[in-house]
T-cell receptor, first 112, second 113 residues
Framework: NAGVTQTPKFQVLKTGQSMTLQCAQDMNHEYMSWYRQDPGMGLRLIHYSVGAGITDQGEVPNGYNVSRSTTEDFPLRLLSAAPSQTSVYFC???????????FGDGTRLSIL | GDSVTQMEGPVTLSEEAFLTINCTYTATGYPSLFWYVQYPGEGLQLLLKATKADDKGSNKGFEATYRKETTSFHLEKGSVQVSDSAVYFCALTIASGNTPLVFGKGTRLSVIA
């Protein structure tokens, strides 16, 4: 079972560049979410989705866009990267009303 | 809003020592509680959970009891191993289906031989 797959694993960007972080799950989970992990801050929710066509903002949505056109995929877009967005990004999925939440292995993003 | 507070690390223990990582929460509803573990270079994995008061979650020698009266869910293990070195996250969600997980800031545990 692939579970939650994130690509790329590592990326370096220059300030102002755009990028899409990919997330795919093969468990038919309705609920998907994006977190960023920063030292001393734990995991903070960026955006989440409870199904195709439905997205909502989390704690730190500014600078990020998401869409959910299929159940399987939940890409995260940075339209104009900023150094403050240097972080490790995790995608997660679960059934609505269910646990546990399954996490991908993360994307380590550095913005210069 | 809902929040989770866990003890700050890092925590460094010798092998076979007793481990406690404290976790307390505030929640407007009746939460389910979780401990997740993150090994180096990996994503988070569910370690254990409890969904109602006085429930005890357990896995891999780790235990935590849902204490509603003290709003706590402390993680314990009687004898840690080097392989337990990781970051541990306490988390909650209100069990209504669509609410996101709320995480604590994580506690890094290092176990030395």
């Amino acid at each position: 079972n692939a579970g939650v797959t994130q690509t790329p694993k590592f990326q370096v960007l220059k300030t102002g560049q755009s990028m899409t972080l990919q997330c795919a799950q093969d468990m038919n989970h309705e609920y998907m979410s994006w977190y960023r992990q920063d030292p001393g801050m734990g995991l903070r929710l960026i955006h989440y989705s409870v199904g195709a066509g439905i997205t909502d903002q989390g704690e730190v949505p500014n600078g990020y866009n998401v869409s959910r056109s299929t159940t399987e995929d939940f890409p995260l877009r940075l339209l104009s990267a900023a150094p403050s967005q240097t972080s490790v990004y995790f995608c997660a999925s679960r059934r609505v009303g269910g646990q546990p939440q399954h996490f991908g292995d993360g994307t380590r993003l550095s913005i210069l | 809003g809902d929040s989770v507070t866990q003890m700050e690390g890092p925590v460094t223990l010798s092998e076979e020592a007793f481990l406690t990582i404290n976790c307390t929460y505030t929640a407007t509803g009746y939460p389910s509680l979780f401990w997740y573990v993150q090994y180096p270079g990996e994503g988070l994995q569910l370690l254990l959970k409890a969904t109602k008061a006085d429930d005890k979650g357990s896995n891999k020698g780790f235990e935590a009891t849902y204490r509603k009266e003290t709003t706590s869910f402390h993680l314990e293990k009687g004898s840690v191993q080097v392989s337990d070195s990781a970051v541990y996250f306490c988390a909650l969600t209100i069990a209504s289906g669509n609410t996101p997980l709320v995480f604590g800031k994580g506690t890094r545990l290092s176990v030395i031989a």
